[in-house]
């Protein structure tokens, strides 16, 4: 029985991690997008910096990286091209290492 609670123990501890960020991650980014008009570009790249280290925290480096072009595309006021490095770095969330959770592990 306390193998089963270790196990299990990890499995949530990892899938934490992942939501800590990943998917914290991934929501901000979709937040700053979708209300990018409200927010000035300050705002924006604070945000992206604080994202692409999340990203880059929990290894995923191809995200951060688009994120951190973003910031430079904000800077650089291209627009369009901050969009679309901004929704690559989603869509790279998206596919990161999302765990899957065991549904056979009981722990009473």
């Given at each position: 029985?306390?193998?089963?609670?270790?196990?299990?123990?990890?499995?949530?501890?990892?899938?934490?991690?992942?939501?800590?960020t990943c998917v914290m991650a991934r929501e901000?980014?979709?937040l700053v997008r979708s209300n990018r008009a409200v927010l000035d570009?300050?705002?924006?790249?604070?945000?992206?910096?604080?994202i692409?280290?999340?990203c880059k925290e929990e290894g995923c480096d191809?995200?951060?990286?688009?994120?951190m072009k973003a910031v430079n595309a904000i800077n650089s006021k291209n627009e369009q091209k901050y969009l679309d490095l901004c929704a690559?770095?989603?869509?790279?969330?998206?596919?990161?290492?999302?765990?899957?959770p065991k549904k056979t592990d009981y722990v009473s």
């Open positions: 029985m306390e193998i089963s609670r270790k196990k299990l123990r990890k499995e949530v501890l990892k899938r934490i991690k992942y939501v800590k901000l980014c979709l570009p300050q705002d924006v790249l604070e945000i992206c910096l604080y692409s280290n999340k191809e995200a951060g990286d688009l994120c690559q770095s989603c869509v790279k969330c998206g596919e990161a290492k999302r765990p899957t």
